[in-house]
């Protein structure tokens, strides 16, 4: 084993260490799922679904290519370990990646713009422990 020093930036996650504990943000990973999107537009939306939105196989026809779709969706489950405010919507558009309708490409697309939203209005701040009796464990 080697020791590399602090960590800073591992796995997409930014690291940082204060006196009262560790930060973590995926910030310059939101920015590169957002390039790599191609959303480069100013627009924003101020919830990550429409209200009562409901998403099931039949809505609408199925897109071509599934690809794209499916690579935006498990970047976008891997962005809910810093925010939690987007894992219902990622929930509802991951349960059907194998063949998304169009409907699901347009929601996916709203997600990210929601993500691109200004972040000091819908940040996810959260913080947990584990324990094994008395234990910390994570």
Avoid: W
């Amino acid at each position: 084993m080697k020791d590399l020093g602090t960590v800073n930036y591992f796995l997409g996650l930014k690291v940082t260490s204060s006196s009262d504990g560790y930060y973590l943000s995926q910030a310059k990973y939101a920015f590169d799922l957002l390039s790599k999107a191609g959303i480069t537009d100013n627009k924003t939306v101020s919830t990550p679904l429409e209200y009562n939105a409901k998403l099931t196989p039949l809505d609408g026809e199925p897109i071509f290519d599934a690809t794209r779709n499916r690579q935006l969706v498990g970047s976008l489950i891997y962005l809910t370990v810093t925010r939690l405010d987007i894992s219902h919507a990622v929930g509802m558009v991951s349960k059907f990646v194998d063949a998304p309708p169009s409907v699901h490409y347009v929601a996916v697309l709203r997600i990210l713009r929601y993500v691109k939203g200004d972040p000091t209005d819908r940040c996810s701040i959260t913080g947990f422990c584990f324990l094994l009796g008395t234990s910390l464990v994570s």
